[in-house]
């Protein structure tokens, strides 16, 4: 390559931070949701790479469904709030809780509407957001493969895939009305290699569950399911058992699937990334309902 | 996802250092889902193993409910995205796709061909490096065929592969792919597109996909990947006008005010002196920020913050170039508009303009045509629907800084917002408008003319030349040496059986250009005038040495619009003036200094040295066999000769 070109990498990361500075110049009051995986953790990189030497003109916010993985909670707390001084906001369903909402009682899709979607509509509400970054990819899922970088919805948070704008060049349309939100997503045109390369490459830390380690597990189905903590019922019979396992994808820990692996490095990661035949979105269980469901749950506002 | 490559089980981390330095290319597919463009995709994947085993399994469960192979892998459904479409068995809108192999990392716009999306193709195709227009071998070239080639030549797109597929169904037979080649070759010269490709190949069948097919031995080109992974599109972009459209402000403390944006085009340098749009003020720049450190220089497209040795006021929607080359500067231009809106255009209409970081109001104050995408009419017409293309003058509340879209893709493009419904309604592209007396670049040839075209194709000049046209632009003053280079270089391309011949600056005005005098704008029209002859020469075949002063940029840049950017080549000859002057034996640089010669540049006129030229030869420092022995490798370089 010539002198003045840039890899891919540089390239996506150039378009990611001109989209990121778009939004806080055009938008009143945004935010970056952050989800705590290595999506976010590379939004949140590129974030303070397009303010430098500012902080972020804008907030995270994080989801907390009470049922994510301790080790989330705690890069959160001592990476993004502590080392890196950013503000992050966490919100939480306290309704659904008090209504003793939990994943092992009322199902993984009803769960993940009321604790995810729900809440998140709820907190967009409270705080009066009018652009919400999200760290989606377009490769991750079919549906998503002809969402726009700049996602317009209602004031009831509704996606309307037949009623999108068009988006031509790096020219994005960030007019709203009053009570109408904008999602964003800069990472729109990375895949799932475009950002471990960039997270080795950038030296961006990420939580340790993506790292092979000793965990304790159950087998259901043929998904194997950590013990976190004390909240996870046991089967008559069952019992977790040690395995070397590590996570592709990070949420609610009774609803994500951990792989035996021995990757302990970023490189045996992304070798094994490389080598797999599945995709990653095949360890979560919510995507497993039915055909077309992220559609579906994107046009309640899920993101 | 899988890739194949035995690094990445053997050495994961040589696999690595080789796989994070691609170049990005993002193509646009045309055509409809009868030209098999859905399994032309799916192909790419399939065969480039981009396809997880579990997306596997449910493309072959929707096979048996949607597809339309009898249950078998339809590898169209890959590409089909949302539950509406695929039930209605049509795709209808875009889609972006990724693959990437050792060289390349691709994003696809996947758009459809139905008349009613010509908003959508638009759409794709803006950020598009790259179009592959799908023809069926059967039905050859079409309407929509056309339509594809119409928008993909209005948005900008500089690389064009005709792919003519199916050949399977016709028996693999070169009859049938060259009367295809040639009607598209009738049609497609009334366009601009600048490099374009034919490949036959069979999608579903996989031959000259990815790798050569055997079935087609009288096919000597490459195939579709092959053309993917190699075509040349790094001087594509526009490296030569800095133009910075200053997005946010970034003022963390008193200290520190810094203008963060992207380089829309050009380069810039710390010490660069800058001149701001719309309060032209000047300054110079201090530091290129960057969390990874200060640059020395930065280029289109990177994202920086620019800070300034002076306290200037600039806020988000200003733009930031170099004083001796500057945008225009107005609030009236003309444009080509796709119009996207379900909602008529209402000319006089007030409409929300979003150009770079700016958005300003302002209206089309007249349509003057409308032009019919499929037969490239001109027509009268009132308004612009949705999917209709026009050329409309516009009126705006307050100037804005802006280039020609063809010289310029980042600075002369816009959307059109409605204020009402704050929908995107229409996409726009400027226009350049002549200015001057004395020019003739901008002068429109009349509608009466049509484009008369070679039956001998640039591909059969190609392989009977063992050489691809180019024209070789040696620039510099007055005696740095551009005439025995140029002479001595068609010497031993003529020696190395290489068809070229030189095109001199003086020779020209014994004769097509003995009209023309010497002031700024007849060297303007001389330079005008030999760039329509080195591209006469280049369609021929030729390779074009040609040896000119050329002092303005501008103008050099006009003649790599007229020639194509693809073959225009800029040889700097470096020579300070002072050499120049010693080695005169003409005595022009004495009748300059005398005032006998007027407008001399490097003493009476300014010599604007290349921003961004493909190779410097020091021609005071160097031997002519040197210089020669420099093209030479750049022209191997570029892969024009072997």
């Given at each position: 390559m010539s002198a003045y070109t840039l890899t891919h990498l540089k390239q996506l990361e150039a378009e990611s931070i001109h989209i990121i500075r778009e939004v806080a110049a055009e938008f009143e009051n945004p935010v970056m949701l952050y989800s705590i995986g290595k999506d976010s953790s590379v939004m949140v990189h590129l974030a303070l790479k397009a303010f430098y030497p500012d902080k972020p003109p804008f907030p995270l916010l994080h989801i907390d469904?009470?049922?994510?993985?301790?080790?989330?909670?705690?890069?959160?707390?001592?990476?993004?709030?502590?080392?890196?001084?950013?503000?992050?906001?966490?919100?939480?369903?306290?309704?659904?809780?008090?209504?003793?909402?939990?994943?092992?009682?009322?199902?993984?899709?009803?769960?993940?509407?009321?604790?995810?979607?729900e809440a998140l509509k709820q907190a967009l509400n409270k705080y009066k957001f009018d652009a919400a970054f999200g760290g989606a990819r377009r490769d991750e899922e079919k549906s998503r493969a002809k969402e726009r970088v700049f996602s317009f919805r209602d004031q009831f948070h509704r996606w309307d895939p037949k009623n999108q704008r068009p988006e031509l060049w790096n020219l994005y349309n960030a007019r709203i009305n009053k009570g109408e939100s904008i999602r964003v997503f800069p990472l729109s045109n990375w895949t799932e290699l475009d950002v471990w390369q960039y997270v080795h490459l950038e030296k961006i830390p990420i939580v340790p569950l993506y790292y092979a380690a000793k965990r304790p597990v159950v087998n259901r189905e043929g998904v194997l399911i950590m013990v976190d903590d004390?909240?996870?019922?046991?089967?008559?019979?069952?019992?977790?058992?040690?395995?070397?396992?590590?996570?592709?994808?990070?949420g609610c820990y009774p609803l994500t699937g951990a792989v035996e692996s021995t990757a302990t490095t970023l490189p045996q990661i992304i070798q094994e990334m490389l080598t797999t035949k599945t995709s990653e979105r095949k360890d979560r269980v919510i995507d497993t309902d039915q055909a077309g469901s992220m559609e579906e749950k994107k046009k309640e506002g899920y993101f | 996802m899988s890739h194949q490559s035995e690094l990445i089980a053997t050495d994961i981390d040589e696999y690595l250092a080789q796989h994070e330095r691609k170049e990005l290319l993002r193509f646009l597919t045309c055509g409809s889902v009868d030209d098999g463009k859905s399994t032309l995709i799916g192909r790419l994947f399939y065969d480039t193993k981009m396809i997880a085993i579990d997306t596997l399994e449910a493309l072959m469960k929707d096979s048996v409910t949607h597809g339309t192979t009898g249950g078998e892998f339809d590898p169209a459904l890959y590409t089909d995205g949302l539950k509406a479409e695929r039930e209605q068995g049509i795709t209808i809108d875009v889609a972006y796709r990724y693959f990437s192999t050792a060289k390349r990392k691709f994003i696809i716009a996947d758009t459809p061909g139905h008349e009613q999306y010509t908003r959508n193709m638009a759409t794709g195709a803006s950020t598009c490096d790259l179009a592959i227009i799908l023809v069926d071998a059967r039905n050859g070239?079409?309407?929509?065929?056309?339509?594809?080639?119409?928008?993909?030549s209005l948005l900008g797109i500089?690389?064009?592969?005709?792919?003519?597929?199916?050949?399977?169904?016709?028996?693999?037979?070169?009859?049938?792919?060259?009367?295809?080649?040639?009607?598209?070759?009738?049609?497609?010269?009334?366009?601009?597109?600048?490099?374009?490709?034919?490949?036959?190949?069979?999608?579903?069948?996989?031959?000259?996909?990815?790798?050569?097919?055997?079935?087609?031995p009288w096919y000597r080109g490459e195939s579709l990947m092959y053309l993917l992974e190699n075509v040349y599109i790094a001087s594509d972009r526009n490296l030569?006008?800095?133009?910075?459209?200053?997005?946010?402000?970034?003022?963390?403390?008193?200290?520190?005010?810094?203008?963060?944006?992207?380089?829309?085009?050009?380069?810039?340098?710390?010490?660069?002196?800058?001149t701001v749009f719309p309060s032209r003020k000047s300054s110079r720049v201090k530091r290129i920020v960057t969390m990874d450190g200060d640059l020395d220089e930065g280029f289109a497209p990177q994202a920086v913050t620019l800070t300034l040795e002076h306290e200037i006021d600039i806020s988000r929607g200003d733009m930031i170039c170099r004083p001796g080359n500057q945008?225009?500067?107005?609030?009236?231009?003309?444009?080509?508009?796709?119009?996207?809106?379900?909602?008529?255009?209402?000319?006089?209409?007030?409409?929300?303009?979003?150009?770079t970081t700016k958005t300003v109001s302002g209206a089309v104050s007249t349509l003057r045509y409308r032009i019919d995408v499929n037969t490239l009419h001109r027509q009268d017409a009132p308004t612009l629907r949705l999917n209709e293309i026009g050329r409309c003058e516009f009126l705006l509340n307050e100037p804005i800084a802006f280039?020609?879209?063809?010289?310029?893709?980042?600075?002369?493009?816009?959307?059109?917002?409605?204020?009402?419904?704050?929908?995107?309604?229409?996409?726009?592209?400027?226009?350049?408008?002549?200015s001057s007396g004395g020019e003739h670049w901008d002068d429109q040839p009349s509608e009466e003319l049509h484009r008369q075209v070679s039956h001998v194709t640039p591909d059969e000049r190609k392989s009977r030349f063992g050489q691809k046209p180019a024209t070789v632009l040696l620039t510099g003053l007055t005696g740095a040496g551009k005439t025995t280079i140029a002479y001595a270089l068609e010497r031993r391309l003529f020696d190395a059986g290489r068809a070229a011949t030189v095109l001199d600056g003086q020779n020209m005005r014994l004769g097509i250009s003995r009209d023309l005098g010497f002031t700024a704008e007849e060297r303007s029209e001389n330079l005008r005038r030999s760039a329509e002859v080195a591209k006469l020469m280049n369609d021929a075949g030729l390779i074009c040495l040609a040896a000119f002063v050329a002092p303005e940029e501008s103008v050099r840049q006009r003649v790599r619009d007229v020639i194509g950017t693809e073959r225009f080549l800029v040889v700097h000859l470096s020579a300070p003036v002072e050499v120049c002057r010693q080695r005169d034996t003409d005595g022009h640089y004495a009748q300059a200094d005398s005032g006998q010669l007027t407008n001399f540049p490097g003493v009476s006129a300014p010599y604007d040295v290349p921003a961004k030229p493909d190779l410097i030869l020091p021609t005071h420092q160097w031997t002519v066999e040197q210089c020669v022995d420099a093209v030479m490798q750049l022209l191997q370089d570029r892969g024009l000769i072997t």
């Open positions: 469904t009470t049922y994510k993985f301790r080790e989330m909670i705690e890069f959160r707390e001592n990476y993004a709030r502590k080392n890196l001084g950013l503000d992050v906001l966490v919100y939480t369903n306290q309704e659904a809780i008090k209504a003793g909402i939990s994943p092992f009682v009322h199902g993984s899709k009803k769960y993940t509407d009321i604790m995810k979607t004390e909240r996870l019922p046991l089967n008559p019979g069952e019992k977790p058992e040690m395995r070397t396992v590590r996570f592709r994808t990070l | 070239v079409v309407e929509q065929t056309k339509r594809h080639s119409f928008i993909v500089k690389h064009v592969v005709v792919a003519v597929n199916k050949m399977d169904l016709m028996g693999y037979r070169e009859d049938v792919f060259e009367n295809i080649k040639r009607d598209y070759a009738d049609f497609v010269a009334r366009l601009d597109i600048s490099d374009l490709h034919f490949i036959p190949i069979s999608a579903l069948k996989g031959e000259n996909v990815v790798e050569k097919s055997s079935k087609m030569n006008d800095f133009r910075f459209p200053v997005q946010y402000v970034n003022r963390p403390h008193l200290d520190f005010r810094g203008f963060c944006g992207t380089i829309a085009s050009g380069i810039v340098r710390v010490g660069d002196e800058i945008p225009s500067f107005d609030r009236k231009f003309e444009a080509m508009v796709v119009w996207m809106s379900e909602n008529q255009m209402v000319p006089g209409k007030e409409y929300l303009i979003k150009h280039d020609p879209y063809r010289r310029n893709r980042a600075t002369g493009a816009f959307i059109i917002i409605d204020r009402l419904s704050n929908n995107t309604v229409a996409a726009g592209m400027i226009l350049d408008r002549s």
